[in-house]
Nanobody
Framework: QVHLVETGGGSVQAGGSLRLSCSSSGWSYSSYCMGWFRQEPGKEREFIAGIASDGTIKYADSVKGRFTISTDNAAKTASLEMNKLKPEDTAMYYC?????????????????????????WGQGTQVTVSS
């Protein structure tokens, strides 16, 4: 089981920036996914951004162009750079991982991309954006 610890949350005014970091340990496989989710009270957890060891990166439409996910492959740490923050970005942010993810069927070029199914979670870090 992968152990994840998030740091970097806090309070910021609208238009500001924050950087979240996620340190990890306990991996069993070299291939991986690391991602960020967020959750507001009373709402479902929402996918924000994810990155796989094959280089695939995905973002939710709500954060495209404002948030950037990155990883240090050797240390398996993940960061989320958040710019142009809005009050609606206020939430608890969670780091998540998939250790040894499966690959999907081959595409027309014969490439099989990683499919991320996150099953380990950090404790979360609060981000509050004031207007």
């Amino acid at each position: 089981q992968v152990h994840l610890v998030e740091t970097g949350g806090g309070s910021v005014q609208a238009g500001g920036s924050l950087r979240l970091s996620c340190s990890s340990s306990g991996w069993s496989y070299s291939s991986y996914c690391m991602g960020w989710f967020r959750q507001e009270p009373g709402k479902e957890r929402e996918f924000i951004a994810g990155i796989a060891s094959d280089g695939t990166i995905k973002y939710a439409d709500s954060v495209k162009g404002r948030f950037t996910i990155s990883t240090d492959n050797a240390a398996k740490t993940a960061s989320l750079e958040m710019n142009k923050l809005k009050p609606e970005d206020t939430a608890m942010y969670y780091c998540a991982s998939d250790d040894g993810p499966q690959r999907g069927p081959p595409d027309y070029r014969g490439l099989r991309y990683i499919i991320c199914e996150y099953d380990d979670w950090g404790q979360g870090t609060q981000v509050t954006v004031s207007s």
